[in-house]
């Protein structure tokens, strides 16, 4: 076998071509020179701002946990899903309903656009809608929501210590107003069946209470029921009052004849006691008349109704008074409020914004974008 030597053709040395001026210049244009304006832009005009957290939570009178949910007792009675308080805050903060409220509170436009336009990065364009505001909202205040413990963070970053607590201090008001109303509101549909049926119970008893106020001042009756009693006591007194008579007549005659005038006077006695309770039990027959001329019967079976309404009416109110105390004692001890366990302060330096950070940032988004047109570039350049 012969062997052969194989010489591998020699590597012509590097030059410094066209392509690496255009790259050259390329990174210097894309990377270097928008790095450069956004180091001067941020030492230079960026305004210092300040940042006050405030961090809270939901909770409940008899809650073991913070962050259940404000309409459970509405679920409840409707059957229904809800989302939780937290959840419901959470979005709140972060919806122009908010921002609004917050605007008018504290005029937000204007501390938001203090530095305007010498700083038109971090500042607000006070010309703008409250859909930019709201945008702007979102960039300024750093809502943070931990859905383990159901805390709820906000860091408010403003161009002065006083506007930064002072929109934090809003927030929170706001943030609270919004959980008590929602309680309101869960607590009212809760007691709204006991409510209705209490206020019913009532309306019944007091047209009955009326209707018998009516009867008496038309029988000028106050109480039939006494008034029987004394219609049967005069009753039981003729009829004791007979048989003593009939006694007396009896020993009279035993001594007399009929012709005496003791018998004769006795016997007048005895028809006329006989007479007056006939009379007596003539009332309470269905032919008799009341005070006012009414049947006595019907008066009688008239007020027995409404009495026996009113008792009827005055158990069916207590039912419903203490119904409606226990469902409202239940809504009260699922009553909500917010709770505050990082208090806002002024700051003392500022924290916003982290310059060399955004640098960072900067500098890496352009040199990423710079790679990215530089593999492109070799990439059609090699299928040449």
Known sequence: MNNHSYLRPAV?????????????????????????????????????????????????????????????GLTQFT????????????????????????????????????????????????????????KHWQRRVEVLYDTTTRLITLRV??????????????????????????SDIARDDATRFASNELTRAQEKLTATRQALTA??????????????????GILNTLQGALAETLIELDTLRENSTD????????EKKIEAIRNRISEERAKFSANSEGPGGENYAELMSEY???????MFDQTAYQSARAAYDIALAEAQRKSRYLAAHIEPKLAEASLVPDRPYLLACVFGALLLGWSVLLLIYYSVRDRR
């Open 12 to 72: 012509s040395s590097a030059r410094f071509e066209r392509r690496h001026i255009i790259l050259t210049l390329s990174f210097l244009l894309l990377v270097i020179v928008p790095t450069a304006v956004s180091a001067w832009y941020l030492w230079t005009r960026a305004v210092d701002q300040y940042v006050s957290t405030v961090g809270f939570s939901i909770r409940k009178e008899d809650a073991s946990t913070p962050g259940v949910d404000l309409l459970g």
């Open 79 to 134: 059957g229904g899903s809800t989302a939780s308080d937290t959840d419901i805050l959470y979005d709140f903060l972060k919806s122009e309903d908010i921002v609004a409220k917050i605007d008018a509170a504290v005029d937000l436009r204007g501390k938001f656009s203090k530095e305007w336009p010498n700083d038109p990065v971090f500042a607000y364009d006070p010309s703008g809608t409250i859909e930019d505001l709201t």
């Open 157 to 182: 970053s403003a161009f002065s210590p006083e506007d930064a607590l002072a929109i934090a201090d809003a927030t929170f008001d706001e943030s609270s107003r919004t959980i008590n109303r929602l």
């Open 215 to 232: 009867f008496r001042m038309r029988t000028q009756i106050v109480d039939p029921e006494a008034d029987l009693e004394g219609q049967m």
């Open 259 to 266: 012709r005496d005038q003791r018998v004769i006077q006795t």
């Open 304 to 310: 027995e109704k409404l009495s026996s309404d009113m």
